[in-house]
């Protein structure tokens, strides 16, 4: 069994005859765990670690863009040690006060898609999604461009975020815009504009 972010055909690294090999088998392309499986997963774990969370905290915890269950499990293992100063349960006011990191209320990401959306008139969705009409590519590249620069996340997670993009995607809108904020003065001003209002 193997697993990678890509089908065995855009794995062009590997030798030709093991990527045929690996098409071969049985392929399964995985989708991003949606926020309601995310939150029953989250309910799961706090049941299997004993932490006793108010159903905010769930649906914050079910809000982690990556659609993964390691951000999950890392956000568990804080509140776990939070466990051990709190009575239970555990609700999204105090943890929000002692957390340190990202606003529990909305992450830093979550933010700049919807500024970035509103900004361009479509809608936070639309740059999740697979749409490559240029009224969207652009916003959603602006979008990358931004949480790159704000967040400090990583290419892979902004591009998860972004409906499940490869990191060299993030990459190649980083670099476009920037070039076109280099060589356009409006896009400059709107680009340091949504910067200030992000920071």
Excluded at 18 to 37: C, D, H, N
Excluded at 51 to 71: C, K, N, Q
Excluded at 145 to 153: E, N, S, W
């Amino acid at each position: 069994m193997a697993t990678g972010l890509a089908g065995p055909v855009a794995l062009g690294h590997l030798p030709n005859r093991l990527t045929s090999r690996l098409a071969g088998g049985l392929v399964v392309g995985l989708e991003p765990l949606s926020p309601p499986s995310r939150r029953v997963l989250a309910e799961e774990l706090c049941r299997q670690w004993r932490l006793h969370v108010t159903a905010e905290v769930l649906d914050w915890l079910a809000r982690e863009p990556s659609g993964g269950a390691r951000p999950i499990l890392g956000a568990l293992a804080r509140l776990e040690a939070l466990s051990h100063t709190l009575p239970p349960p555990l609700g999204l006011k105090a943890i929000a006060e002692l957390l340190a990191g990202p606003d529990v209320s909305e992450t830093a990401i979550e933010r700049i898609a919807r500024r970035v959306a509103e900004a361009f008139a479509i809608t936070p969705r639309q740059m999740k999604g697979k749409a490559r009409q240029r009224q969207v590519l652009w916003p959603r590249q602006v979008g990358m461009f931004l949480a790159r620069r704000l967040t400090g996340l990583s290419l892979v997670r902004i591009g998860t975020f972004f409906g499940g993009r490869d990191h060299t995607t993030v990459l190649h809108a980083y670099q476009k815009v920037e070039q076109q904020r280099n060589d356009d003065p409006a896009l400059a001003t709107t680009l340091r504009r949504l910067e200030a209002e992000l920071a």
